[in-house]
């Protein structure tokens, strides 16, 4: 079975600071990974994915984030935090096989303090 | 992008009544659209997949009697509350995908309802 893991419930950084948000995941096969932000009481925006290709794949809004098989994990980063990147931000990956169904994390909350 | 529009947005009903959501892809066909659910403060918990023109397949623990979903084309499914009842008040989510590919599923606005 699938599973993905946000050991993080909050993460705390201060504005121009770079911030980086945990993601560790389980599945079988290649896995495909990806990483949404959401607003309070809006859906999940798109922020990037890693399907296959480069480790380090870069996104929306300046984020970036770095596939790392051997540890399985696809942790979310950004240079630079701003204040509007306060937000709620979800891991999800979904298997090859199984319905295609994506799995969420349980979310990180990101707090950017000017 | 491909754009997912959720219809309403927000919805109060009674206890008892029965209430529907619907899921559209705008500019794109989507054979697999999902619906999740999602708790204050906790993360999206998956509901059911459904395809079109077919059964949803729901996860356990969902009774499908209740959250009774249709995929009657590529464009819409619907997700029906029935009989709803205050511990279903909650916001609701649905997702689809891409006809063909290996691409990230797109997101509706999500439903917040509201059972009173």
């Known amino acids: 079975a699938q599973s993905v893991a946000q050991p993080e419930d909050q993460v705390n950084v201060a504005e121009g600071n770079p911030l980086t948000v945990k993601c560790t995941y389980s599945v079988s096969g290649n896995p495909y990974l990806f990483w949404y932000v959401q607003y309070p009481n809006r859906g999940l925006q798109f922020l990037l994915k890693?399907?296959?290709?480069?480790?380090l794949v870069k996104g929306s809004y300046g984020f970036e984030a770095e596939f790392n098989k051997s540890q399985t994990s696809f942790h979310l980063k950004k240079p630079s935090a701003l204040v509007s990147d306060s937000a709620l931000y979800f891991c999800?990956?979904?298997?090859?096989?199984?319905?295609?169904?994506?799995?969420f994390g349980a979310g990180t909350r990101l707090f950017v303090k000017a | 992008g491909a754009v997912v529009s959720q219809h309403p947005s927000r919805v109060i009903c009674k206890s008892g009544t029965s209430v529907k959501i619907e899921c559209r892809s705008l500019?794109?066909?989507?054979?697999?659209m999902f619906w999740y659910r999602q708790f204050p403060k906790q993360s999206l918990m998956l509901m059911a997949t459904s395809n079109e023109g077919s059964k949803a397949t729901y996860e356990q623990g969902v009774e499908k009697d209740k959250f009774l979903i249709n995929h009657a084309s590529l464009t819409l499914s619907t997700l029906t509350v029935t009989s709803a009842h205050p511990e279903d008040s909650s916001f609701y989510i649905c997702s689809a995908r891409y006809r063909t590919g290996n691409t990230e599923a797109f997101f509706g606005q999500g439903t917040r309802l509201t059972v009173v």
């Open positions: 999800a990956v979904r298997g090859a096989t199984g319905g295609f169904k994506t799995i």
């Open positions: 890693y399907i296959t290709g480069d480790n």
């Open positions: 500019d794109f066909q989507a054979t697999t």
